[in-house]
């Protein structure tokens, strides 16, 4: 038989989310280069606070705030391809220095405010639920060490009257001083270390100013042929500041976990809100499964730079397998299995498509003999056949998204108004369902045109090479079009009725 585990258990896989999201945050930015991605770490990050940012106006704030970083961190990286993919070596200094400086000081008009509301919202809820570790002292612990070091020597009697005057003098002297608790020096650490690691990004890419003769008789300082060296020293140390922080952030994580009573207390409190708002789970699973739909959609614009596509195809339908994972209490099982089905076998084509196509744009730069036929022959077995492959699972996945879309309006939708002499509310019913398909049918056409003409793109590259912008331009009118109609059906959509056809 199944154990039923204990409130401490029930959220300690969420507190696990902590260390590995901590580790993911310590490392130091190499100007727009993220080698361990900050956007994982911030995404951990939300997904341990989401049980209780419900209970505090700080920590929905801070949830916001991870969000606006997640996109500062994507932004981060998009600069970084977009610098060494689309600009010049003379251009790339000055680049270099604008993003790292502008994402720098966004990234910290965020980061400072939402630390603070942080450690702010934990001792909130320490108040609330007698969590009694959040408020504690260093020179708390020193005294709780030192008494208990009495009562050890005591019982032990190997405690004279002058050392226990000696050490009751030193208590009484560390009972005057001034304390901060360890939930403030905490809140201390993490802006400081946020400050810390935005400087020393940024500091180093200041030696662009350097990079060009912008006074013909003033004395030029050649400070940019040293900024590799500048970057190594200032990234070590950002690493030895990493470190320091990460210590000290798991030492007082492992410290608050402690206080077994203040958790429970908290898993109780989660679970009294969730049973008073049961409608906020279908809500955040409609939500979750919308973003992962509009990541998709941006992802079906291609960007072609010398064969290789920046926004990889295969993740459309990674992230609508991610959706369908949000979705699949409210729709019929056999649908969510053929779309599940569907999704994967296309993530599969398209990943082979990608390789295969980069496979032979770089065995074609590296060839100088371009017009033969054996070129051709590549061209058509490795690139237009996959993509042809391709294009038709991906009308696959667009008819399945067009399905799951129709069936949550046919089951959660209806008119919110009352019936009128002309109509029943039923009829307004089927009505308003009519109108929202309708809404849709402009973003599917733009999909079916969008997947027609990226074959078609393939078909006249060899000799028609501005086909890109047309194909670029419809891609891009779905991928705005199709997230933004669905956005407008999600507030037509009755979590009500979701939560009755969950239970």
Known sequence: MRKEKTALQRIHWRAVLWLPALVLLSNPNFHTLDLLPDVIGYLLLLAALRRVSALDESFFEVSRALRRLAWLSVARGLGFVWIFSSTSASEQPTLL???????????????????????????????????????????????????????????????????????????????????????????????????????????????????????????????????????????????????????????????????TPFWERLEAKCTEDELAHPSRVPARRLRHALVCITVGCAFCVNFYVDGVNLLPGMITPLCLLLSLVFLRHYLPRALTRLCAVIFAVNTGVSTYTY????????????????????????????????????????LATLTCLALIVSVLIDRYTGSHGAATYRYSKEELGVIRRSQLKRHLLLPLIFGVIATVMHVLYFYWLPDREMIWLVDFGIALAFAIFAPWRLWDVREDIDVELMLVSEK
């Not at 060490?145 to 208590?171: F, I, P, S």
């Not at 033969?372 to 077995?381: F, G, I, P, S």
């Open 355 to 394: 390789l295969s196509q980069i496979g032979f744009f770089k065995e074609f730069y590296l060839s100088s003999y371009h017009g033969n036929w054996n070129v051709r022959v590549a061209y058509t077995d490795r690139v237009l056949v996959p993509t042809v492959l391709e294009a038709v699972f991906a």
């Open 97 to 259: 220095l604008l993003v790292t400086f502008v994402i720098g000081v966004l990234e910290l008009i965020v980061v400072l405010p939402a630390c603070h509301q942080l450690f702010h919202g934990l001792s909130y809820l320490a108040t609330r639920l007698d969590g009694t570790v959040v408020f504690e002292t260093v020179l708390t612990r020193r005294i709780a060490r030192l008494n208990a070091r009495m009562e050890r020597l005591e019982r032990k009697g190997g405690l004279t009257a002058q050392k226990r005057q000696r050490m009751e003098r030193r208590v009484r002297a560390w009972s005057r001083q001034k304390r901060r608790d360890i939930t403030d020096r905490a809140c201390v650490a993490c802006q400081t270390f946020a400050v810390l690691k935005t400087v020393l990004c940024v500091l180093p890419e200041l030696a662009a100013l350097a990079h060009g003769a912008y006074d013909v008789g003033a004395v030029k300082f050649p400070w940019y042929s040293y900024i590799n060296g500048f970057r190594a020293m200032t990234f070590f140390a950002g690493i030895i500041v990493g470190i320091v922080w990460l210590c000290r952030m798991i030492s007082y994580c492992r410290y608050i976990a402690t206080d």
